[in-house]
């Protein structure tokens, strides 16, 4: 069965919709079951950092998957999280850990099995 990403006419219009109705029920959730601890700007920064931040990278990935081969599409969704990692360690100054590094360390050599190796050319063989 194909995913209805391939044969969406707007890919960036469905995930717009995603994340406004997403946004629109965990708003809801919050207010019924927390009603005292919600502030009118807490749910809007909390939307804005997120929905709005990840509508920006969905804008940004789906402008640069035409461009790309299917292998390197691939690998790219696969780096998010060694790249979200770096990221927090850098710009954010968490700590690193010895799980993290062997956990990104397999990401990365799992990618790696993916390319096939170079065939040798006529004059090597």
């Not at 019924?32 to 700007?41: E, I, L, M, N």
């Not at 909390?46 to 789906?62: E, H, N, P, R």
């Not at 710009?91 to 065939?119: M, N, Q």
Request: charged share 10%; glycine share 8%.
């Amino acid at each position: 069965m194909r995913g209805r990403g391939r044969t969406a006419i707007d890919p960036l219009a469905c995930t717009a919709r995603n994340f406004i109705g997403a946004a629109t029920l965990r708003a809801v959730m919050i207010l019924v079951s927390h009603p005292s601890q919600a502030t009118r700007t807490g749910i809007m920064l909390a939307i804005v950092s997120g929905a709005v931040t990840s509508a920006l990278g969905y804008v940004v990935w789906y402008s640069a998957l035409p461009r790309l081969s299917v292998a390197t599409a691939g690998a790219a969704q696969l780096l998010v999280p060694v790249i979200t990692s770096a990221a927090g360690i850098w710009w954010l100054g968490e700590a690193p850990s010895l799980e993290l590094f062997v956990a990104l360390l397999l990401i990365v050599c799992g990618i790696g099995l993916t390319y096939p190796s170079p065939k040798p050319s006529k004059a090597q063989a």
